[in-house]
Nanobody, 127 residues
Framework: QVQLVESGGGSVQTGGALRLSCAVS????????MAWFRQVLGKEREGVAG????????KYADSVLGRFAISKDNDKNILYLQMTELKPEDSASYYC????????????????????WGQGTQVTVSS
C-alpha cells in the first residue's frame, strides 16, 4: 500500500524559506506523477506544483511561480518543495499526492488526478 508522509513544515516570517519533503513508501517503483497541494480551513484544496514521473517536467500555480520549486529524488522516492519568499497568504496545510497511472499535464494541479495522499504538514507565515 502506498504511503506518503510529509515533513518540513513550520512557522516563518514573511520573506523566509522552507523545504517540504514527502517520503513515499510501500512500493518499489518511483515513477509517479506527483504534486503538492495546499488547503486553508474552509477553502478548497489548491494545486501548488506538479512534477512528472522522471522529475523533469514541472507545473506551477501562478501564485507560486518563481518562488517555489518542486523536485523529486526517484532513487530515494522523496518529493520536495522548496519554498522561498514566503508570504502570509502561503499559510496552509500542505499535502503531497501521487497519481496511480498516466496523468495528463493539464491535470497535474487538480486533486481528482491523484489517488494517494499524505496527512499534511502545516506552514505558517507571519507578517
Amino acid at each position: 500500500q502506498v504511503q506518503l508522509v510529509e515533513s518540513g513544515g513550520g512557522s516563518v516570517q514573511t520573506g523566509g524559506a522552507l523545504r517540504l519533503s514527502c517520503a513515499v513508501s510501500g512500493v518499489t517503483r518511483s515513477n509517479f506523477v506527483m504534486a503538492w497541494f495546499r488547503q486553508v480551513l474552509g477553502k478548497e484544496r489548491e494545486g501548488v506544483a506538479g512534477i512528472d514521473t522522471k522529475g523533469q517536467a514541472t507545473k506551477y500555480a501562478d501564485s507560486v511561480l518563481g518562488r517555489f520549486a518542486i523536485s523529486k529524488d526517484n532513487d530515494k522516492n522523496i518529493l520536495y518543495l522548496q519554498m522561498t519568499e514566503l508570504k502570509p497568504e502561503d499559510s496552509a496545510s500542505y499535502y503531497c499526492a501521487a497519481a496511480d497511472g498516466p496523468t495528463y499535464f493539464e491535470q497535474w494541479l487538480f486533486p481528482s488526478a491523484y489517488s494517494y495522499w499524505g496527512q499534511g504538514t502545516q506552514v505558517t507565515v507571519s507578517s
